[in-house]
C-alpha cells in the first residue's frame, strides 16, 4: 500500500518562500513519476512540477522559473520549493505518484492518470 505525506504548507506573503515535502512509502512501478498538484476553491486540480525516476522535469508555465520539483531517493521523499510566491498561488497542494510513468518535458501529467494522493497541504499567499 503506497501512502503519500505532504507537510511544510502554511501562510506567507507575496514574495516569500516556502517548501514542501512528500514523504513516501510503499512499492510504485518503475519507472514512476511523482508531482504536485494544486487546486485553489472553485477551479479544477492542475498540475505544478513532476520528476520521473531519470529525473526529468516538467513545470506548469505558472511556475516555472519560481518553483524546484527535487527528490531525495534515500529519503523517499520529494519536494517543490516555491520562490516569489503570488496570491495567485493559494491553494491546497497535493503530492501524486504514478506508476509505469516517465516525465516527459512539455508534456503535463493528468490528474486522471494519478494513481496516488497524499492528503494535501494548504498554501496561502496575501498580498
Known amino acids: 500500500q503506497v501512502q503519500l505525506v505532504e507537510s511544510g504548507g502554511g501562510s506567507v506573503q507575496a514574495g516569500g518562500s516556502l517548501r514542501i515535502s512528500c514523504s513516501k512509502s510503499?512499492?510504485?512501478?518503475?519507472?514512476?513519476?511523482m508531482a504536485w498538484f494544486r487546486q485553489a476553491p472553485g477551479k479544477e486540480r492542475e498540475g505544478v512540477a513532476a520528476?520521473?525516476?531519470?529525473?526529468?522535469?516538467n513545470y506548469a508555465d505558472s511556475v516555472k522559473g519560481r518553483f524546484t520539483i527535487s527528490k531525495d531517493n534515500a529519503k523517499n521523499t520529494q519536494y517543490l520549493q516555491m520562490n516569489s510566491l503570488k496570491p495567485e498561488d493559494t491553494a491546497m497542494y497535493y503530492c501524486a505518484a504514478v506508476g509505469s510513468c516517465r516525465v516527459r518535458p512539455g508534456l503535463p501529467i493528468s490528474a486522471a492518470i494519478v494513481d496516488y494522493w497524499g492528503q494535501g497541504t494548504q498554501v496561502t499567499v496575501s498580498s
Open positions: 510503499g512499492y510504485i512501478y518503475s519507472p514512476y513519476c
Open positions: 520528476i520521473g525516476s531519470d529525473a526529468k522535469l
